[in-house]
């Protein structure tokens, strides 16, 4: 798994890996995650290695190890320091802060930094912000915390027992990385679908007025911008909602907390299903490997790239299968 980035203290390399640690943060304040990435692969490699590296020269045969990686090697065993990770430019600050509100992008981030903003309270008092943007200030702090799997365990049972009352044939599943086992979440992901099949347009609605009833929902975002990165139409196909909101488990933790519910037709469950389990990094990996087979994989269906015919929706099983990938459980999916 290329997310942990711990080192041991007997490390051989270990100068070499703390700094490529803080390149890591480096690229994550600039938002860079092409080098996020790379940067923590590189750690993930560097760290395997059993022997000590006198020059870049000893990688040159590691795959995934690049040129302009081993030049940060050189440079690190050469002066002791990767500089680049020591010379920070003064905006990353502010803007990582910016960015942290929910509802404003790099973009955004870069904008409020123009304008002359340094802190929160600039942008509280002086910027124009839209609705998301105003509660992201609100729960800014909320929304930063992480919610311990205990917790996700009551708000499961709460949304789940208030969707089976609704109905108890429809199926609920809390998904993201709560499906894929995290110790502790984001945020609360779920996925509704009806199986009689049908159409229940009204069925999202209903969901969250209830969620609302019970003082559990307590302020709902814009959802018109739900992210499907490989939708290339702005128009939402029929027959899918979301809701994007902030909950709160009575008598929990006091924490507000971010909702996502995703209300799909029954037989597009299964590429539903893939998309909200990811992460991120294997839905682009699985898309990926779709495309080079001549497939396209959407949170609706695997389709021909050619002609865009339907070929699997219902079942992970079957688009798996399809694309002769074997299955593999949640848990296993955390790139
Ligand atoms: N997803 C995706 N691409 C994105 C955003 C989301 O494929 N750009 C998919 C994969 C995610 C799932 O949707 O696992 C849920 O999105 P979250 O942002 O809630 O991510 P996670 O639940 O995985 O992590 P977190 O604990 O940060 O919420
Ligand atoms: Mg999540
Ligand atoms: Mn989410």
Redo the contacts with the bound molecule.
Sequence with gaps: HLTSTTSQPNEPNKRIIDEFNLLVSRAEAEGNQWRIRAYKRAVKLISALDFKISSAADVAHVPGIGKSMREKIDEIIKTGQARKAHTVPEKFQPIDVFKKIYGVGPKVAEKFYAKGFRTLDDVRTKATLTRDQQLGLKYYDDFLE?IPRTECNAISDLVVGVVKKLDPMITCQM????L?G?E????A?FIISHPDGNWHPDLLDQIVAELKACHFIIDSLSSTHF???ASTTKVKPAGETTFRGVCKLPGGSGIARRL?LLVVPYNELGAATI??????YF??CVRLYARKKGYSLSQHGLTMREGGQLVASKTEKEIFDVLGIPWRPPNERNF
């Design positions: 992480r998904m993201g990385s709560y894929r995290s502790s979440c984001g945020d992901d992210g499907d990165p996502d998309y909200f389990t990811g992460n991120d839905n682009r």
